[in-house]
């Protein structure tokens, strides 16, 4: 199982979600994910491109645009 490092980003004031942005180890392209809770975007996944990977999440972002 290839592993994906992703940056996540905390839920901005108005939106719920975390997201989370990757480069795919299968096809080369970047694909988001979101989930509820950071926990959730961590671990296998079926990427946009219908691959599994491995998603760890190596950065995190706080929300809203800053803390860049
Ligand atoms: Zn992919």
């Known amino acids: 199982m290839p ?3 992703a940056s996540a ?3 901005a004031p108005g939106r719920t979600l975390w997201a989370a942005v ?3 180890p299968q096809c080369g392209h970047h694909h988001l994910a979101r989930g509820r809770a950071l926990e959730a975007l961590a ?3 079926r990427a946009r491109c219908g691959r599994r990977v491995w998603v760890v999440i ?3 972002y706080r929300g809203g645009g800053e803390g860049r």
């Open 3 to 5: 592993s994906a490092f």
């Open 9 to 11: 980003y905390a839920p």
């Open 58 to 60: 190596a950065r995190r």
């Open 22 to 24: 990757y480069a795919c």
């Open 43 to 45: 671990g296998i996944r």
